[in-house]
């Protein structure tokens, strides 16, 4: 089995050893998977948000501007959303006018009309999840693709979104708010599922650029700081099959932070709309190459060889840029 069971992964899953390895040996379902085509030149470009869905406020409307315009600079193929889709409590349905009040009418210029793939963040959580993964929302609005959990695949790159949410801990002894668990309770079950899943999944890849996508972040300077369940369930696993970069949000922020000891980049942008929270949190001056407590979003351009990453702010000023050459190929 190679994804190995350990104690003090049944510790966060809250349940003894045995149960956990006796639940890894069930069946599981493939992660669906999505095919997006590369262009010509066999690069792909996209941008990446989160934290957004204000109906327009906190600036959200000067971010998605800003989106418009690097968006047809680029020519991008999509647009990945980190989650925490709508505030403040997700939707209560597939007809609550947040979605478009939010999004349609919001990310409204030619470059935008993309694919929108997207998970679900904790305060999505809070709302009808199903409101959002439901193909009825693409009928009012075809952008729209929202999974728990899925891989998106193209011939230079796999993009592996995981559901984070249900693998944090506090959310399940909140007293001040109700997350809707509905598709995931029991919560044992689910996350042992996904994580075998997942793993198969990144061991079985041969991608040239290997890219995880989740709301929470593994590493981050801001507000919320480093997510432990992830450090201890996900991270071991992103490491030993050579994951390139993880994308996420939840902190409302734009981030960029190394490793000492694996070549994973973390990425955050999860300044959609809502910024500004004055405060810094495990500040490593070594492996924080960039840190902006403000709103703006992200850019990707992938080519076989290489990945130019670049960070702007609400204005569309770059803030930081980043260049990776793809390890795989230079050590060929």
């Not at 095919?35 to 971010?63: A, C, M, T």
């Not at 979104?161 to 079950?189: L, Q």
């Not at 770059?318 to 230079?330: C, D, I, K, Q, V």
């Amino acid at each position: 089995m190679a994804f190995h069971c350990r104690t003090e992964a049944a510790k966060f899953l809250g349940v003894g050893i045995g149960i956990f390895c006796t639940l890894l040996a069930f069946s599981f379902a493939e992660l669906e998977r999505v095919k997006h085509p590369i262009k010509k030149d066999g690069s792909l470009s996209f941008l990446v948000i989160g934290d957004w869905g204000r109906s327009g406020s906190y600036n959200q409307s000067e971010v998605a501007f800003q989106m418009g315009r690097i968006g047809e600079q680029l020519d991008i193929d999509f647009v990945i959303s980190t989650g925490d889709n709508f505030y403040e409590d997700g939707l209560k349905s597939v007809s609550d006018p947040l979605f478009k009040d939010s999004f349609s009418k919001v990310y409204t210029a030619q470059s935008l009309q993309k694919p929108w793939y997207s998970i679900l963040g904790n305060h999505d959580y809070r709302g009808n999840v199903g409101a959002q993964l439901s193909p009825e929302l693409r009928k009012i609005d075809s952008r729209w693709f929202c999974r728990r959990s899925f891989i998106l695949k193209s011939d230079i790159a796999e993009f592996f979104f995981v559901d984070t949410t249900p693998f944090v801990d506090d959310y399940f002894y909140d007293p001040e708010h109700i997350y809707h668990w509905k598709g995931v309770m029991p919560r044992t079950s689910y996350l042992t599922s996904l994580l075998r899943d997942l793993e198969k999944a990144l061991r079985e890849s041969n991608a040239k650029w290997k890219i995880v996508v989740g709301h929470h972040a593994i590493r981050s300077a801001g507000h919320h700081g480093d997510t432990r369940e992830l450090i201890q369930l996900l991270l071991p696993m992103m490491k030993a099959n050579n994951v390139d970069m993880y994308m996420n949000g939840h902190d409302h922020c734009l981030e960029h932070i190394t490793s000492h000891d694996s070549s994973i980049q973390y990425l955050t942008s999860g300044g959609g709309s809502k910024a500004w929270r004055g405060d810094v949190k495990h500040y490593n001056r070594l492996t924080t190459k960039f840190f902006y407590d403000g709103q703006g979003f992200m850019s990707v351009k992938l080519s076989e060889e290489n990945a130019h990453i670049l960070f702007y702010d609400v204005f569309g000023n770059t803030l930081h840029e980043w260049r990776l050459t793809n390890e795989l190929l230079s050590d060929m």
